[in-house]
């Protein structure tokens, strides 16, 4: 393989876990099963906006994908409960076979990049 010089990894839900998450979208009164749902709606909405030519920033995305999902369930759509949830993404785990990943990425000798949708801050604090 000595025409591969890189390796790049998604930010959040490949390297960084969503389950902590999921108890906050519960008391808000959705479902469980709810946090891929509302994650994959954003990450479409924020594609979406980008092939517009409108960025808009990730968290931005996430809250308004989330009272969207709040409304369409008739459930309370409260700004400060919204901004909880999607304040827990600057406290999102690494999963633990990450470092594992990392260490074989650089013992070959590559390159190593990570993708993300979140800003640049949150993803080094993470």
């Known amino acids: 393989m000595s025409w591969l010089r890189a390796v790049a990894f998604d930010s959040i839900g490949t390297c960084l876990s969503l389950e902590p998450l999921r108890p906050r979208l519960v008391g808000l009164g959705l479902q469980a099963s709810d946090l891929e749902l509302w994650f994959a709606r954003s990450l479409r909405d924020g594609f979406a906006c980008e092939c517009a030519g409108r960025f808009l920033e990730f968290k931005i995305v996430l809250a308004s994908t989330l009272r969207s999902l709040l409304i369409e369930r008739g459930l309370p759509d ?4 919204i901004d909880a949830v999607v304040d827990g993404f600057s406290e999102l785990p690494v999963h633990p076979d990450v470092a ?3 260490e074989l990425v650089r013992e070959a000798g590559l390159k190593l990049a990570i993708l ?3 800003s640049a801050q949150a ?3 993470a």
């Open 78 to 81: 409260d700004q400060r409960r």
């Open 100 to 102: 594992a990943a990392f």
């Open 116 to 118: 993300t949708n979140g």
């Open 123 to 125: 993803t080094r604090q």
